[in-house]
């Protein structure tokens, strides 16, 4: 596996749009979670828009924190497989269910251990910033999360229930 993880460039332009029209179709007949959520805030055919709004620099009165987002890329392939989202820091509700890192893999790439992998570089990422302790959450029935947290040092700490669904707290020590 030959991966890593890039900001989103005019570059990648094509590799963006391929990624998220496939993944946008299966949310939409198998009703799949949207995460990292912070791909989905803006339409990405507005793509100079979107590139600007990828990256939040300060707090915002929505609730965002600082954060970077980022994409995995199968450098063999020239695709994307997958994106990540870095929170800098955590708020009350990134401590509660959100976590320091949001990640998807896209629909055709799952279940191929590029989770885990991009999950390993995100943690990386994470040491530059100086976070030492990672909070990663992920819903109780998404069995391939959980692995993959598992597989990067995760330890469940609790699960919270939240507007009907159990969410999976797990910490991994850098």
């Known amino acids: 596996m030959n991966i890593e993880l890039v900001e989103l460039t005019r570059e990648y332009k094509e590799q963006l749009f391929e990624m998220l029209t496939e993944w946008k179709n299966d949310i939409i007949v198998n009703h799949t979670n949207r995460s990292p959520w912070k791909i989905w805030a803006h339409d990405f055919h507005e793509f100079d828009h979107y590139i600007q709004s990828l990256n939040t620099k300060e707090d915002t009165d929505n609730g965002w924190v600082p954060d970077t987002t980022l994409f995995c890329?199968?450098?063999?392939r020239n695709i994307f497989v997958g994106a990540v989202n870095i929170r800098h820091y955590l708020n009350a509700e990134l401590l509660k269910t959100g976590g320091h890192i949001g990640d998807g893999i896209r629909p055709s790439e799952r279940r191929k251990g590029y989770a885990t992998a991009m999950i390993a570089l995100a943690l990386d990422e994470c040491?530059?910033?100086g976070i030492d302790k990672v909070l990663m959450?992920?819903?109780k029935d998404n069995i391939g999360s959980a692995k993959s947290i598992i597989n990067n040092g995760g330890v469940?700490?609790?699960e919270?229930?939240?507007d009907g669904h159990?969410?999976?707290r797990?910490?991994?020590q850098l």
Not at 73 to 76: M, N
Request: aromatic share 10%; net charge negative; with cysteine.
């Open 170 to 172: 797990y910490w991994i």
């Open 73 to 76: 890329l199968d450098k063999d």
């Open 127 to 129: 040491r530059k910033l």
């Open 160 to 162: 919270v229930e939240e």
């Open 166 to 168: 159990i969410e999976q």
């Open 137 to 139: 959450c992920c819903s």
């Open 156 to 158: 469940l700490e609790n």
